[in-house]
């Protein structure tokens, strides 16, 4: 059984930066895509970034290039996401995805999500 287990999230001031770690366990997901998601509070579901099995290519949400940054280490099966000049709209869930196979475009697996909350 595949686990993803996020961490790093909290209470951060606007301005400042976090990272969020996403440890899998249960499968090597080196050969598949890791990412992001959040859910802001009343709001829907909204992609954050994707990594590559090997890094190559990264892809970002609309609103999220320039401050976030993924990454991934797959000698840990762990994925990465840095968030800088965090802003009060950042405030959400952040929830580790990975694709359960490779190519497809279903992210299968989920974590239990992490909450970030940005004060003003």
């Known amino acids: 059984q595949v686990q993803l287990v996020e961490s790093g999230g909290g209470l951060v001031q606007a301005g400042g930066s976090l990272r969020l770690s996403c440890a899998a366990s249960?499968?090597?997901?080196?050969?598949?895509?890791m990412g992001w998601f959040r859910r802001a509070p009343g709001e829907e579901r909204e992609f954050v970034a994707s990594?590559?099995?090997?890094?190559?290519?990264?892809y970002y949400g609309g609103s999220m290039e320039g401050r976030f940054t993924i990454s991934r280490d797959n000698a840990k099966n762990t994925v990465y996401l840095q968030i800088n000049s965090l802003k009060p709209e950042d405030t959400a869930v952040y929830y580790c995805?990975?694709?359960?196979?490779?190519?497809?475009?279903?992210?299968?697996?989920w974590g239990q999500g992490t909450q970030v909350t940005v004060s003003s």
């Open positions: 990594i590559t099995w090997n890094s190559a290519t990264a």
């Open positions: 249960g499968r090597d997901l080196s050969d598949t895509t």
């Open positions: 995805v990975a694709k359960e196979i490779p190519g497809t475009g279903d992210y299968s697996y």
